[in-house]
Every structure is written in C-alpha cells, then in structure tokens.
C-alpha cells in the first residue's frame, strides 16, 4: 500500500524522470539515436526500479497515464534536441498499447510539442503484439506507421510470437534481446541465433540493433555478422539527457 500510495503522489506531481540510454553505430561508436527509460527516485524510498513501479503502474490501470508523461517529457528533450535530428524510442507498454485512445493521445501529444512523428520510435515487445486482439493491434500499428512513427520489436527472440504475423506487422526495427548479446562471442547457440535474426532483419529490409553490448568481443562479434547498431554500457548506460546536450553539440 506504502508503494502504490508513493506512486500514486509521483504521477500526480509529475515527479517520475527519464535517462536516455546511446544508440551508437558500432563502426564508429556515433550516437544514432537514444532510448529512453523512466526513472523513479523517492525522497524516502529511494531509487524505485521500474521492473517494480511499471507493474504496479498496469496493476492499478496507472499504466496511461504514466506512459503520457514520459511521452510529454521525452518530446520536450526532443524540442531541445530537435536540430540533431536523432530518434528517441519509448518503450510501451501492453496495456498502453491496449487503450483505444492511445494512437489519438499520443497524436495530440507529439502535435502539442511540435515534433515531428519520425523523431519518436516505439518499442514495443512481442507479448504487446500477440494477444486475442490481433486484428486490433494491427490496425493500431498501421495507423502509428501512417502516420510517421517508428516502430521496433523489443527484446526480440524471446517472446512467442508467430513469424506469420509478425511477417503482417509494419515493423522498422528488430532489437535483439540482451540474453543473447551477453553469450557472444564464447556460446555458439547464441552466436547463431543473433546472426539469424541480423540475416532475417536485412533480408526482410529491416534495421536491426543488438541491447546490452558489455564487452569489445561481443561487438566484433554483431559487426562481422552485419549488425549496424548496438547499445550497451560499453559505450554508455542509461544517464540524464544534460550529459549528452554538450557531446552532442560538439559531435555535431
Ligand atoms: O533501465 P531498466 O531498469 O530501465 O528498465 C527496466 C524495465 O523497465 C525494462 O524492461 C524497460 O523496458 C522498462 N521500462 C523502462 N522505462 C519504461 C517506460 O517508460 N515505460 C514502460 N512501459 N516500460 C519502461
Ligand atoms: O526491456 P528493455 O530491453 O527495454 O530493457 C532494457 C534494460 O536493459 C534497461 O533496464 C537498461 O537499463 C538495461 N541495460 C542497458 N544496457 C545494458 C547493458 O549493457 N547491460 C545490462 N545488463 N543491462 C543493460
Ligand atoms: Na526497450
Ligand atoms: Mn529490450
């Protein structure tokens, strides 16, 4: 109860932050884009894990309303990032996705910030995708690609989705699950199961990026077997966007 209450006082004042997380091209270790990742840091509980807060969050049918702000936030960080012209992702969640408002409220949102669509990436995982309303979800898919928002499978590989639908679905990216980075280059499932999944990402014409690079090898790895991206804290954990403002105006 402690917690929910807790939860409760953050989204009603606003009080729920956001790190960005690097997507680099792993040729050159160039930012290509960022994620972004909700963080909770409580005067007396301290820092709150969102593998805690965001099932709390669809529990208490929060999960929206959340999901709005870090929406609202994230195309402020892109109003102020607008002139680098690099995509930031937003995971999201089942039950967010599930709202029927969502395409029309994430419309008003980018539209209030004036951003523009393609600036916004949404992650979303396999288990988002497959449910009883299939059809639906399918529809809601195509209205967001329609209308110029990216679109990526999280964590893919380790979800149940059939490759028939995924085949239907107006996907831009497949993010391969961390699971299988952290095995690279020592495990030969995993090293053929990531190069499978970078062979069917190209062969289907879609970009492809590895999560949770934590070693050199593991990225020698994903680049000879014609992965572009990655992320990881090899090149950077998640941090506050200010850390990166200065990098980036010099990169660029
Ligand atoms: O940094 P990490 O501990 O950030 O994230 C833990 C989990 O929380 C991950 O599965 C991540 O996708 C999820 N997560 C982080 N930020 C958000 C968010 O804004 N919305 C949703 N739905 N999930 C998030
Ligand atoms: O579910 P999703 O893929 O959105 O979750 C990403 C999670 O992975 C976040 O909690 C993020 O902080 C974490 N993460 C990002 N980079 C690394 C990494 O290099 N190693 C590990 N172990 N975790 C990472
Ligand atoms: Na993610
Ligand atoms: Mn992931």
Redesign the pocket.
């Given at each position: 109860l402690k917690l929910e209450q807790a939860l409760r006082e953050a989204l009603k004042h606003q009080q729920l932050q956001l790190h960005y997380q690097p997507k680099f091209a792993l040729a050159s270790n160039h930012i290509v884009g960022f994620e972004?990742?909700?963080r909770w840091q409580h005067p007396q509980l301290g820092q709150v894990?969102?593998?805690r807060f965001?099932p709390l969050a669809e529990k208490l049918g929060l999960?929206s309303t959340l999901?709005e702000q870090?929406l609202q936030q994230v195309c402020q960080q892109q109003q102020q990032w607008q002139h680098l012209a690099l995509p930031v992702s937003?995971?999201?969640?089942a039950l967010?996705l599930a709202d029927a408002d969502f395409v029309s409220r994430l419309q008003h949102i980018v539209q209030q910030a004036g951003i523009a669509p393609g600036l916004l990436e949404l992650e979303l995982t396999e288990s988002c995708l497959i449910h009883e309303q299939a059809e639906q979800t399918l529809n809601q898919l195509t209205q967001l690609k329609a209308l110029g928002f990216k679109l990526s499978i999280?964590d893919f590989g380790t979800g149940y989705s059939s490759l028939s639908y995924l085949r239907r679905l107006p996907i831009d990216t497949l993010k391969i699950d961390q699971s299988f980075v952290q095995d690279l280059p020592g495990n030969i499932s995993a090293c053929q199961i990531a190069s499978a999944i970078i062979a069917m990402a190209k062969a289907l014409g879609l970009d492809v990026i590895a999560e949770g690079i934590e070693h050199q090898q593991q990225l020698d790895f994903l680049l000879q077997a014609g992965c572009d991206k990655g992320q990881g804290y090899l090149v950077s954990a998640?941090r506050p966007a200010q850390d990166f403002t200065k990098a980036l105006s010099a990169e660029n």
């Open positions: 972004a990742l909700v894990s969102p593998g965001i999960i999901g870090v937003v995971n999201i969640s967010q999280d998640p």
